[in-house]
């Protein structure tokens, strides 16, 4: 994808696996920007009134991604700040689509750094007997739909929240003037 976006919606959209770091880094970058900054999950739980957890062992996986879905959408369709999606919203084909033409950007992360920061976490995703590894699995079956939907992929573990935000900025600052967004890995 080139420097084209609609000028409607998020100034950018960060995607990737749990542990990437897409709410910290999107809070710095939404504030370096000047606008706000939203989060998918917490959308759900706040118009839900419900715990990610709970949706997903009481309604299960898939009206977990129907409630999803309806969020990430209405979000692309109104807000112009910076969002973060939930790291499975864009294996939803709806979600995926509705994403072309926006600021979309890969934060990506390996296994291991991105295990050991949800390790204590309650995703329900990596409950079970081999947390590490079901983390891994899913992120190796994802890897090419992030790349597939972003405008650029950034590496996510090479450095502090801060320095990952700076890196955003520049290789956005570089799309927006319609110039060849980086190297697809
Ligand atoms: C999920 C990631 C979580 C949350 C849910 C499912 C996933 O969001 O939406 O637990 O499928 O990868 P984060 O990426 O913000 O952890």
Redesign the pocket.
Same mark, same amino acid.
């Given at each position: 994808m080139t420097g084209e976006f609609t000028d409607r919606g998020p100034s950018a959209v960060l995607i990737g +696996?749990? &542990?990437a770091g897409?709410?910290t880094v999107g809070r710095i970058l939404a504030d370096r920007l000047g606008v706000d900054f939203v $989060?998918t $999950?917490s959308e759900i739980v706040r118009t839900t009134g419900r715990s990610?957890p709970d949706i +997903?062992t009481s309604d299960g996986p898939q009206h +977990?991604r129907e409630i999803?879905r309806d969020v990430v959408l209405d979000v692309l369709r109104t807000h112009r700040g910076v969002v %973060?999606l &939930?790291? &499975? %919203?864009v294996?939803t084909p709806a979600v995926e689509s509705a994403l072309a033409g926006h600021r979309v950007i890969y934060l990506r992360i390996d296994a291991d750094a991105g295990f050991a920061r949800?390790a204590d976490s309650d995703?329900?995703?990596i409950a079970g007997d081999d947390p590490h590894a079901r983390y891994a699995e899913?992120l190796a079956a994802r890897d090419d739909t992030y790349v597939r939907a972003s405008v650029f992929v950034v590496d996510a573990g090479a450095g502090e929240p801060d320095t990952v935000a700076d890196v955003i900025l520049t290789r956005l600052a570089h799309a927006l003037t319609g110039e060849r967004v980086g190297e697809r890995p």
């Amino acid at each position: 994808m080139t420097g084209e976006f609609t000028d409607r919606g998020p100034s950018a959209v960060l995607i990737g +696996f749990m &542990g990437a770091g897409k709410s910290t880094v999107g809070r710095i970058l939404a504030d370096r920007l000047g606008v706000d900054f939203v $989060d998918t $999950d917490s959308e759900i739980v706040r118009t839900t009134g419900r715990s990610i957890p709970d949706i +997903f062992t009481s309604d299960g996986p898939q009206h +977990f991604r129907e409630i999803e879905r309806d969020v990430v959408l209405d979000v692309l369709r109104t807000h112009r700040g910076v969002v %973060a999606l &939930g790291g &499975g %919203a864009v294996m939803t084909p709806a979600v995926e689509s509705a994403l072309a033409g926006h600021r979309v950007i890969y934060l990506r992360i390996d296994a291991d750094a991105g295990f050991a920061r949800v390790a204590d976490s309650d995703r329900p995703l990596i409950a079970g007997d081999d947390p590490h590894a079901r983390y891994a699995e899913l992120l190796a079956a994802r890897d090419d739909t992030y790349v597939r939907a972003s405008v650029f992929v950034v590496d996510a573990g090479a450095g502090e929240p801060d320095t990952v935000a700076d890196v955003i900025l520049t290789r956005l600052a570089h799309a927006l003037t319609g110039e060849r967004v980086g190297e697809r890995p």
